[in-house]
């Protein structure tokens, strides 16, 4: 009688232990049973034309629902807004922000430099789309939602950065600084960068100025050839001969140099065959490179880019996607159609920058 109820606890024991086991599981997501967030804010079909008086107001505050799952949550999902032109299919997404938050807040100057960077361009209404990616974790693709799109018209407006700069007088402009062109300090760090063309014949000697006169800070030849001196006394600075050439100045460390040597470039594209460069003369006063070329042939899909030296050790080419600025062994730049175009190429920004004017 004994050995019975022994065996009948046992029984009962082992029942509760298995349905214990079976309660302390994890639920399951199921992410049929999952609901995306939706947006709340602002309106789809909302016209916003940005100016730049009004770059640090709010531009927009985002705001959306929370995804649902079916399972109560350890963790809050992550949301990312994203944007994109509309009708793209979100090729080319740029992403406002990745939070946990259901809300977003940005400028008019913050959303300017968004749209500027996917190539809008400026005072001319663009449509923009909008969503928002919601997950669980950043290992999984698993538990991914993604809203229903909300456009907005934008029109954003032209920015004119004015970066720190010094001025490069020398023989082969008369030396005069009011007219000599310039080299850029780009983020601030002392260290100035430009191009400067040198055209044959003189003496290929320059100094820099920190102002557009002889008055101010001028730099010249230092202890060693690729040292500065501020000394007014000091000596005119040198390059070996013709051409182009990335001058590189570091006012703090008082120091200069000539990059690779000579650039001297030029655009090449498919009505070449890809085999022949056509030279681009640099014009001081705009401090650009350019060439005007007659009769393009009107053809699909026409392409170009921008080479020096006659080689392919140095090419510029368009970033992806394009908006405005080159990059070396960036892509084949299109040709919107044949005829006369002038291809201009400039280096007074932190990338070089192109433009093509029909």
Known sequence: MKKIIFLTV??????????????????????????????????????????????????????????????????????????????????????????????????????????????????????????????????????????????????PYSTVVSYPKLWVPGDYQGWNPAAAPNVFDFDGDGVYNGYIYFPEGGTFEFKFTSDPDWEHTNYGVGATPFELSTDAAAGNLVIPGAGGYQL??????????????????????????????????????????????????????QRFKFRANDGWDLNLGAKDPDDGTLIQGGADILIPEGGTITFILRFTTPEPTYEIVK
């Not at 994203?82 to 977003?104: C, G, H, P, V, Y």
């Not at 001297?264 to 070329?293: A, C, F, M, R």
Request: hydrophobic letters at 40%.
């Open 10 to 155: 046992a029984i009962i024991s082992f029942g509760i232990f298995v349905s214990c086991e079976k309660e302390s599981k994890d639920p399951v997501l199921d992410m049929t049973k999952a609901t995306a967030q939706e947006f709340t804010g602002p309106a789809g079909g909302t016209q916003f034309v940005l100016t730049e008086d009004m770059a640090a107001e709010v531009f927009a505050e985002f705001s959306w629902s929370p995804a649902e799952y079916n399972i109560d949550l350890l963790q809050h999902p992550t949301y990312v807004l994203q944007m994109d032109i509309a009708d793209s299919s979100f090729k080319n997404k740029r992403e406002l922000i990745s939070t946990t938050a259901t809300e977003f807040t940005i400028t008019v100057g913050e959303m300017n430099e968004k749209l500027l960077g996917m190539g809008l361009q400026a005072d001319m209404e663009t449509e923009v789309a909008f969503r928002i990616l919601s997950f669980l974790n950043t290992s999984s693709t698993y538990s991914e939602l993604y809203s229903q799109e909300v456009s907005l018209m934008l029109t």
């Open 248 to 301: 590189e100045i570091d006012i703090i460390n008082l120091t200069w140099n000539y990059g690779d040597g000579v650039q001297n470039w030029g655009v090449i594209g498919e009505w070449l065959s890809w085999s022949s460069d056509i030279d681009l003369i640099y014009d001081i006063e705009n401090q650009q490179l350019s060439v005007t070329v007659e009769d393009i042939p009107a053809a699909e899909n």
